[in-house]
Structure formats: C-alpha cells, structure tokens
C-alpha cells in the first residue's frame, strides 16, 4: 500500500511523535514520487479552569502559534526535492483528517498510534491510515 500512495497526509499534533510522523511520509513520498500534505493540528484549549493561582492558561492564540512553530520545523526537515503542501488546521485529529482526505484524495495518511484506535471518529477517512510510534 505505501508504496503506490502518491498523496500523502502526515498529521503533526504538536507532539514528539511528529518527528517520526514526518520521517516516515517523507520516506513514504521518496519511494512513490508522490506530494506531501503536512497539516499541523492545533492544540486545544484545556477546558479546566483550576483558579488564578494555581497555573496559567494558555490562550488559543499561542496554541495556534505553538502549531504553527512545530509545522515550520518540520518543514525545515522535508528534502527540497519533494512536493510540498502544508496547513494549520483545528479541530479533532480524527475529523480533520476525515476533513482533509475527503477534500484533497488522499492515498494515505500517516499519523501516531492512537490511544483507542479511531473509536471516537464522527466521519471515517476514505483513505488508509497508518499508525505510527
């Protein structure tokens, strides 16, 4: 399969596991010829509210910007020789990608393990995800 997937969705969630993400579309899109989608899923805001001395909050602003820094950083990281298409997008993991498969055709995406295996998705993605870390 990865090998004849010639658009490839790599999903950043601002986490460690996003380096290993965007290595193996990387590879992924070098064996194919294909392009590479890279979106950046902002963060979101912690719902809880644990009082004015105990921890700040963090705004939507600096999660946004937070994403922002993590998707510049991984592109600094894709060889030059591949296509490239990169995005900020918020929401869910799960529906943004079913968001941006159903959109653009996607042959594969390429995102971290997911603690419950994809129970929560309001939409399934019409292309093959692959786990990773």
């Avoid at 010639?6 to 294909?34: F, K, M, N």
């Avoid at 991984?74 to 298409?85: G, N, S, T």
Wanted: neutral net charge; contains cysteine; glycine residues 4%.
């Amino acid at each position: 399969m990865p090998e004849t997937a010639h658009r490839v969705l790599a999903v950043l969630e601002c986490l460690p596991s996003d380096g290993a993400v965007r290595e193996h579309a990387v590879e992924v899109v070098s064996a194919s010829g294909g392009y590479l989608t890279l979106v950046a899923v902002v963060p979101a805001v912690f719902p809880f509210n644990p009082g004015l001395h105990c921890a700040p909050r963090v705004t939507k602003v600096e999660l946004r910007a937070q994403a922002a820094a993590a998707l510049e950083r991984a592109v600094a990281l894709v060889p030059a020789d591949i296509p490239l298409i990169t995005a900020l997008d918020e929401g869910r993991v799960a529906d943004v990608i079913a968001r941006r498969v159903e959109s653009a055709a996607h042959d594969l995406v390429v995102v971290r393990r997911r603690r419950r295996a994809f129970h929560g998705w309001t939409r399934q993605p019409a292309a093959p995800v692959l786990d990773l870390v």
